[in-house]
């Protein structure tokens, strides 16, 4: 079989093309991309939190529900999703679509409104605003790393007038989170640390990604962002890592080429049956060219998200599904992040983090 090429766009061409620049992000850049959110495309604004009493955060909007492989050719579906994960494994969960025309973004920076939730910000300070069956949060981020993305931000699958686009920026690599929670009645105030970034394409994710393994986590003064992409069958499986370290907010190594990735103790995940490594490394030497040699270990505690996607589909199109073998699933993970450093005066600091597993096509040992 013929395969089709995967790459990050990170050519001079590239650049001029998407009218960026290399290092410097502009606010645009946050705004709606894919205006008016046409036929075959999605997009969404995500922000996640660890709190300072344990708890996880996460709150999405998804200009299109496409959720467990629903099509793109759907005119805007506006969703907004909360979920919030306890110290003491409770699970909070509200969903929410509203109107197409109670959704409005900005193409000028982020500014999103569906309905009575909102996200905007200016690339260092964002207020994120849902009211959800039961459930209103307040929340504030404050970045405390500058924004950044891994070159243009755009991966190109396929040539021509084929091919097909997977866009992401972090446009808050790590920030301050100050939150205000209302469950069923019971306000809490919380702080933690946070992040939000952004996504878009032109493409279901399923026909061009086989899965990948996502992370941030805040280490002492160690802020990580790594990610680790297989290309579907089509591409040749081909893969790619993305790999951020920041130490005081800087920046200090971003250069993907240098990271190995492995992972380790796999096994198949008792809810989705897909594979979950237990240890997932991204080690990153530029000693060869006269740089520092950093390890980051993400060791798995807990699976607090097991979501076969097909869940997420009903009636005819749930059958549908199941005729074509769509068995793909989103795993969510808590656990000690490691950073080790491993050139001159060695160091070796551990945290609590937060990851992702999504597995868009079937098990590659099936």
């Known amino acids: 079989m013929k395969t089709e090429p995967f790459r990050m766009a990170e050519q001079a061409a590239d650049y001029q093309q998407l009218g960026i620049a290399r290092g410097d992000i502009a606010p645009w850049e946050d705004g709606f991309r894919t205006s008016p959110g046409g036929p075959g495309t999605f997009e969404w604004w995500y922000f996640d939190a660890v709190l300072d009493d344990g708890a996880t955060l996460v709150i999405n909007f998804l200009v299109k529900d496409i959720r467990g492989g629903k099509g793109l050719d759907q005119p805007p ?72 993305r891994p070159e243009t931000g755009h991966m190109y699958f396929g040539d021509g007038d084929k091919r097909r686009t997977f866009a992401w920026l972090p446009s ?81 190594a971003d250069n993907a080429s240098l990271v190995h990735f492995s992972k380790s103790e796999e096994h198949l995940d008792p809810v989705t049956s897909k594979p979950v490594a237990d240890v997932v490394v991204y080690e990153y030497d530029a000693g060869s060219e006269g740089g520092e040699h950093y390890r980051v270990t993400f060791r798995r505690e807990k699976t607090i998200v097991q979501n076969p996607m097909i869940n997420s589909v009903k009636g005819l199109k749930r059958l549908l599904a199941r005729l074509v073998g769509f068995d793909g699933a989103y795993l969510r993970f808590t656990g000690q992040v490691t950073v080790e450093r491993l050139s001159g005066e060695a160091a070796t600091i551990t945290a609590p983090g937060l990851w992702e597993l999504m597995y868009f096509g079937k098990n590659l040992d099936a």
């Open 77 to 148: 579906a506006p969703l907004v999703t909360f979920e919030l994960d306890r110290a003491d494994g409770t699970h909070v969960e509200r969903s929410v679509h509203v109107a197409e025309d109670a959704f409005f973004s900005s193409t000028g920076h982020c500014d999103v409104h569906m309905g009575a939730n909102t996200i905007s910000g200016d690339l260092h300070t964002y207020n994120i605003r849902v009211e959800l069956d039961g459930v209103s949060a307040d929340v504030r981020l404050t970045g405390q790393v500058p924004s950044w």
């Open 172 to 252: 808050v690599p790590q920030g301050e989170v100050d939150a205000i929670l209302t469950i069923d009645g019971k306000t809490e105030h919380l702080k933690g640390i946070g992040y939000h970034d952004h996504n878009w394409g032109d493409a279901p994710m399923k026909d061009l990604i086989h899965h990948w393994y996502w992370a941030r986590a805040r280490v002492d003064d160690y802020t990580v962002i790594a990610s680790y992409i297989t290309g579907e069958k089509k591409y040749g499986y081909a893969e790619t890592p993305i790999f951020l370290l920041a130490k005081e907010g800087k920046i200090i």
